[in-house]
């Protein structure tokens, strides 16, 4: 019998090619784009997008941006190269490739490359531990839409998420336990994920669910009894109301109340990027000490750790084992 043909696509976010302006407003057009993303009528959108926002917030993104970026380019693609040479290297020869649903490498050319090897099984695994409407759904809307374009299909075996895969908790726990070993044990661990517009969950996007399941899993394992666990969310955007607390108004709050040594680690992002290293690195760290606190640390994300590449591994093996 022919021994099956599998590959793997290995999804995350996207970031801008460079940091300048205009790499950074053609990335946030095709970001802003999806209606996964932001469902507004076009009418409404178009004009709020094309003549305020990407006008506004190129130039000041991208100062965000060359604060982060690291010699071999973005953070989020440096970590995510990494992830998948490694994972590539784990995995022996099932072919694995990298794709982002924004920006370089783009999902289509990551899929022909795949499809190219005339696959039996795709195992599409997108890097967002809590499944939402607007990444892993849009993750698929995509993949459906290039895959119009072939007349050979193989199966495909889409991974929703893992927000609480034993693994994934370890992996988690054990990079606290590294933050707690070199820099002592915190008044507070802050726990904060990517957030959405409240609309979202309300028309049933599980997306809060799935984080609470991260967040009670992990404090399950912790054994730090002395402190305080609290679960946020961040990096809200426009108007509308979204998913509470807010990180930033936590971390503000939790200074007040007169927390001084406070860690906090961003679970839903496999790679580190500038929703972390610039936005809870530095903008909520300056937020806790201008509120009265004295010791911040950020406990980086998971990016190519031994921890993270086994759980990687795990998940496409699991998937295997359910094909074969």
């Not at 599998?6 to 302006?21: A, I």
């Not at 409404?44 to 990407?54: E, F, H, S």
């Not at 509470?244 to 040594?261: C, F, K, M, S």
């Not at 759980?311 to 074969?324: D, G, H, K, P």
């Amino acid at each position: 019998m022919k021994e099956q043909q599998t590959g793997v696509l290995l999804v995350n976010l996207g970031t801008p090619d460079e940091p300048t302006p205009r790499a950074i407003k053609r990335y946030l057009k095709q970001f802003l784009s999806d209606r996964r993303v932001v469902d507004l009528p076009r009418l409404l959108w178009w004009p709020i997008l094309n003549g305020i926002i990407l006008p506004r917030r190129a130039a000041r993104v991208a100062k965000l941006y060359q604060e982060i970026w690291m010699e071999q380019g973005s953070p989020l693609l440096v970590y995510s190269r990494r992830q998948q040479q490694r994972l590539a290297a784990q995995l022996g020869n099932i072919p694995v490739v990298l794709g982002m649903s924004y920006g370089s490498p783009s999902l289509a050319s990551a899929l022909d490359e795949l499809l190219a090897n005339k696959l039996d099984a795709l195992i599409i695994l997108p890097l967002y531990p809590q499944y939402s409407c607007s990444t892993s759904a849009a993750v698929w809307d995509a993949i459906a839409e290039r895959l119009k374009q072939y007349r050979r299909l193989p199966s495909i075996h889409f991974i929703r998420d893992y927000a609480d895969h034993p693994a994934y908790i370890a992996a988690l726990k054990h990079s606290v336990m590294r933050a707690v070993t070199q820099h002592g044990i915190p008044d507070c661990l802050l726990v904060s994920f990517h957030g959405i517009p409240q609309r979202y969950a309300n028309q049933g996007d599980d997306y809060p669910q799935r984080c609470e399941a991260t967040f009670q899993a992990l404090a399950t394992e912790l054994d730090l009894t002395a402190t305080r666990l609290v679960m946020s969310y961040q990096s809200r955007f426009g108007r509308e109301p979204w998913l509470l607390p807010n990180t930033d108004e936590t971390i503000a709050q939790l200074a007040t109340e007169g927390v001084r040594h406070i860690q906090v680690i961003c679970p839903g992002f496999s790679a580190d990027c500038l929703e972390t290293l610039e936005e809870i690195n530095q903008q909520n760290r300056q937020l806790f000490v201008a509120a009265g606190g004295e010791r911040f640390e950020y406990i980086p994300a998971l990016n190519d750790d031994d921890a993270h590449i086994a759980l990687l591994q795990q998940l496409v093996m699991q998937q295997l084992e359910r094909t074969n």
